[in-house]
């Protein structure tokens, strides 16, 4: 079995907890990165990184910090195509998972929304977070854990 870890994007992650059971239940070392606000924990396979303030101070760490294999949870779909380049794992909080072919259009579907915001035509509101995101992202990232730890 190959030796898998999981880095959490924490600063506004609404799936830390459920990304924890998973480490938990797997024996997998779990890395929280943020600028602010990660509680602490006395279990050796947690990990907490508080970074600098700054725009992408935890995408670079996790960027340095990722091997390949690992697992990424993200929303930020720019992470997660430099995750993918490092050939690791990006698993959104709604339990999408960012694949080499898909990435480019969420990259592209990322900057049409980001102009259409600019000009105003869109006021940018995201889909609130369900209890369906939340099962879906336990199910996804159980199930990419078991392929990280096959090595596929």
Same mark, same amino acid.
Request: net charge neutral; glycine share 8%; with cysteine.
């Given at each position: 079995?190959?030796?898998?870890?999981?880095?959490?994007?924490?600063?506004?992650? *609404?799936?830390?907890?459920? !990304?924890? =059971?998973?480490? @938990?239940?797997?024996?997998?070392?779990?890395?929280?990165? %943020? +600028?602010?606000?990660? =509680? *602490?924990?006395?279990?050796?396979?947690? /990990? +907490?990184?508080?970074v600098?303030?700054?725009?992408?101070?935890?995408?670079?760490?996790?960027?340095?910090?990722?091997? @390949?294999?690992?697992?990424?949870?993200?929303?930020?779909? *720019?992470? %997660?195509?430099?995750?993918?380049?490092?050939?690791?794992? !990006?698993?959104? *909080?709604?339990?999408?998972l960012?694949?080499?072919d898909?990435?480019?259009?969420?990259? !592209?579907?990322?900057?049409? +929304?980001?102009?259409? /915001?600019?000009?105003? @035509?869109?006021?940018?509101?995201?889909?609130?977070? /369900?209890?369906?995101?939340?099962? +879906?992202?336990?199910?996804?990232?159980?199930?990419?854990?078991?392929? !990280?730890? /096959?090595?596929?």
């Amino acid at each position: 079995m190959t030796m898998v870890a999981i880095f959490v994007d924490a600063d506004a992650c *609404p799936v830390k907890d459920e !990304a924890a =059971r998973v480490a @938990e239940r797997h024996g997998v070392a779990i890395t929280y990165v %943020a +600028n602010f606000g990660l =509680r *602490p924990s006395h279990d050796p396979m947690v /990990r +907490n990184v508080m970074v600098p303030l700054g725009a992408d101070a935890a995408d670079d760490w996790i960027v340095e910090a990722v091997a @390949e294999g690992d697992l990424v949870v993200t929303s930020d779909i *720019p992470l %997660a195509s430099r995750v993918l380049a490092r050939k690791a794992t !990006a698993i959104g *909080p709604t339990g999408k998972l960012f694949t080499t072919d898909s990435i480019g259009m969420a990259l !592209a579907m990322r900057e049409l +929304n980001q102009h259409l /915001r600019e000009t105003g @035509e869109s006021r940018g509101f995201n889909a609130s977070f /369900r209890a369906k995101d939340r099962s +879906n992202f336990l199910q996804q990232l159980d199930a990419a854990v078991q392929r !990280a730890k /096959r090595g596929g």
